[in-house]
């Protein structure tokens, strides 16, 4: 209510009543296509770090729109999702230390393509723009992020042994999971060899890169179009630049995929960028509903869709149990009434 009813009062009432009046509707469609090309491209990346054979596409976009409305909902941001997801991927029959390495990867990977979209972004910006200490702040806090994430993976794949014998120490001082060291390290061995065999695919990097840049790009598509139905067409540059800065800051576990924070990082800074202040209010707004507020709806129905497949899942597993269950006895009449 905040959000949607008070923040557009600082642009002043009858402004925004006039940008709401003027505005290019017929954008929206275009928008609501970027978004949903953005959200066909994160599904696209989940079916290209999970080992072969994969669930079908259509699935795949539905697991990751369920755990997306988790994330939506609860603090924590993607990684509120993850247990959801990785549940849903396992009743698809995805193993389960497959699962671990593809969400790890997939978020590590992701959030790297967005830091060096930002970096690139940023020092293209700076002859024409100048310098903010919010962008050193914000692309401080994501280089930071990346080395942890990316020094867990080197510790995972270089020094496995060491890796397992260190958390198997921490582990016995731990009474709840002291009973489950053996499984635990080898879950650990499990995601090493996993990581190992990804770096050896430089092809399924690459692949998995492209589709992590095209689901931010068309995402950041969605906010320029919205832009640009309340009258303003941003310089793609600063566009990139409020947008990642935004979206990097939104790691931080304080609200449900950084509610509030993006919108207020990325108005405040499209109006740095020239943008008029209702228009940046409206434009990102409005984006924060495909990007934020549908994909809720859209995810508990997606949820929905794939228990009711996952009943129809359990007979095909009994089929496969017992080849010729639900079929007729050959030895029995079909005019048998007890047959």
């Given at each position: 209510?905040?959000?949607?009813?008070?923040?557009p009062e600082?642009?002043?009432?009858?402004?925004?009543?006039?940008?709401?009046?003027?505005?290019?509707?017929?954008?929206?469609?275009l928008?609501?296509?970027?978004?949903?090309?953005?959200l066909?491209?994160?599904?696209?990346?989940?079916?290209?770090v999970?080992?072969?054979p994969?669930?079908?596409i259509?699935?795949?976009?539905?697991?990751?729109?369920?755990?997306?409305a988790?994330?939506?909902?609860?603090?924590?941001?993607?990684?509120?999702?993850?247990?959801?997801?990785?549940?849903?991927?396992?009743?698809?029959?995805?193993?389960?230390?497959?699962?671990?390495v593809?969400?790890?990867?997939?978020?590590?990977?992701?959030?790297?393509?967005?830091?060096?979209?930002?970096?690139?972004?940023?020092?293209?910006s700076?002859?024409?723009y100048?310098?903010?200490?919010?962008?050193?702040?914000?692309?401080?806090?994501?280089?930071?992020?990346?080395?942890?994430?990316?020094?867990?993976?080197?510790?995972?794949?270089?020094?496995?042994?060491?890796?397992?014998?260190?958390?198997?120490?921490?582990?016995?001082h731990?009474?709840?999971?002291?009973?489950?060291?053996?499984?635990?390290?080898?879950?650990i061995?499990?995601?090493?060899?996993?990581?190992?065999?990804?770096?050896?695919d430089?092809?399924?990097?690459?692949?998995?890169?492209?589709?992590?840049?095209?689901?931010?790009?068309?995402?950041?598509?969605?906010?320029?179009?919205?832009?640009?139905a309340?009258?303003?067409?941003?310089?793609p540059?600063?566009?990139?630049?409020?947008?990642?800065?935004?979206?990097?800051?939104?790691?931080l576990?304080?609200?449900?995929?950084?509610?509030?924070?993006?919108?207020?990082?990325?108005?405040?800074?499209?109006?740095?960028?020239?943008?008029?202040?209702?228009?940046?209010?409206?434009?990102?707004?409005?984006?924060?509903?495909?990007?934020?507020?549908?994909?809720?709806?859209?995810?508990?129905?997606?949820?929905?869709?794939?228990?009711?497949?996952?009943?129809?899942?359990?007979?095909?597993e009994?089929?496969?149990?017992?080849?010729?269950?639900?079929r007729?006895?050959?030895?029995?009449?079909?005019?048998?009434?007890?047959?």
């Amino acid at each position: 209510m905040i959000e949607y009813l008070v923040v557009p009062e600082f642009a002043g009432f009858r402004k925004t009543l006039s940008l709401l009046d003027r505005a290019n509707y017929w954008l929206v469609p275009l928008a609501a296509l970027a978004e949903a090309l953005s959200l066909f491209a994160y599904a696209k990346l989940t079916e290209t770090v999970l080992p072969r054979p994969t669930p079908s596409i259509g699935q795949l976009a539905k697991v990751d729109l369920a755990g997306l409305a988790v994330s939506h909902v609860l603090p924590g941001g993607s990684a509120s999702g993850v247990g959801l997801t990785a549940r849903l991927l396992s009743n698809l029959g995805v193993r389960g230390a497959d699962t671990g390495v593809a969400l790890a990867t997939q978020s590590v990977g992701s959030a790297l393509i967005l830091n060096a979209l930002l970096w690139l972004a940023l020092l293209v910006s700076l002859p024409f723009y100048g310098f903010n200490e919010v962008y050193l702040v914000v692309a401080v806090l994501g280089v930071a992020l990346m080395a942890i994430s990316i020094a867990v993976v080197i510790l995972l794949t270089r020094g496995n042994r060491r890796t397992q014998h260190a958390v198997g120490t921490v582990i016995d001082h731990v009474p709840p999971l002291a009973h489950r060291r053996r499984s635990i390290e080898h879950a650990i061995a499990q995601t090493a060899e996993r990581l190992r065999a990804l770096g050896r695919d430089p092809q399924l990097l690459r692949r998995a890169s492209a589709w992590a840049l095209a689901n931010w790009l068309f995402d950041a598509t969605t906010l320029w179009i919205m832009l640009a139905a309340f009258g303003q067409l941003m310089n793609p540059v600063a566009l990139i630049v409020a947008y990642g800065i935004a979206n990097v800051a939104a790691v931080l576990p304080l609200t449900p995929s950084g509610l509030g924070v993006v919108e207020t990082l990325a108005i405040t800074l499209l109006t740095g960028f020239g943008a008029p202040r209702g228009v940046a209010i409206l434009g990102v707004l409005t984006w924060r509903i495909f990007n934020f507020w549908l994909p809720i709806p859209v995810g508990v129905a997606a949820y929905v869709s794939l228990r009711v497949q996952r009943g129809e899942d359990v007979t095909l597993e009994l089929d496969r149990i017992d080849p010729n269950l639900g079929r007729p006895d050959p030895d029995v009449s079909d005019h048998d009434p007890n047959h």
